[in-house]
């Protein structure tokens, strides 16, 4: 049986092969696998739950390949690390499509605004994309060696509002304060994208990988 140190979850949406390929350049001596097979998954000692795409879109397709036990047992018991989608999907509800999450953790995922303007009146586009800082607002081995406001990449129109303030471990701005990090137990994840943010993504995915919480 093949061993499975990394698990990156291929539910036919996310940036499989960029994802895949940044955790292999951390992860020297590892085993990573792209895979679709719930048992691979379940065999795995650690999981990445990558996301890009609809809310909508991501639940029918992880129902389609019979992959929601695999994944909230993944994120009831071993290293879990979502990215984007693999955040949002952890909560309860979503705005877009009017989407039930997974509900492991409570809280929201809500839209910006339709119109956001800066400091200066100046009109903010959605989705919400670039390079944007990111504040440590609690410690976590996951930070570890990254810099507090240190700039990740982001692309997205929604956002989470965790039910307890706790969960967060790291916010964003546009232009308001926003959730872009939160942990819980065994559980990590980002709205930005690590697998595109450059030193500081590979240092977090690291962190990831040799992570034994």
């Known amino acids: 049986m093949q061993k499975v140190d990394i698990a990156v979850v291929d539910y036919g949406m996310g940036n499989l092969r ?17 895979t679709s097979d719930a048992a691979v998954i379940q065999r795995a000692t650690h999981v990445i739950f990558p996301g ?37 999907l952890l909560f309860e509800h979503s705005e877009e499509g009017d989407t039930v999450g997974l509900g492991l ?16 009146g100046s009109k903010l586009k959605v989705p919400h994309m670039g390079w944007n800082r990111v504040y440590q607002t609690q410690p976590h081995v996951l930070w570890n060696n990254i810099e507090d406001a240190t700039r990740f990449y982001h692309v997205h129109s929604y956002y989470v509002v965790p ?16 959730t872009t990090a939160i942990a819980y137990g065994n559980i990590f994840a ?5 697998e ?9 995915l690291n962190n990831f990988v040799n992570w034994k919480p």
Do not use: W
């Open 18 to 34: 960029s994802v895949s390929k940044a955790v292999e350049h951390v992860a020297a001596g590892k085993s990573v696998v792209i």
């Open 52 to 88: 890009q795409g609809a809310m909508p879109d991501c639940m029918r397709e992880l129902d389609a390949r019979n992959l929601r036990s695999a994944i909230i047992d993944a994120a009831k018991n071993k290293p879990f690390l979502g990215i984007c989608i693999g955040m949002q």
């Open 105 to 120: 953790l409570k809280g929201q995922v809500k839209r910006f605004a339709e119109k956001l303007t800066d400091e200066n």
């Open 163 to 178: 039910q307890d303030s706790a969960l967060t471990v790291g916010e964003s701005e546009y232009p308001n304060r926003f």
């Open 190 to 194: 980002t709205q930005f994208h690590v």
């Open 196 to 204: 595109k943010s450059a030193a500081a993504g590979l240092q977090l």
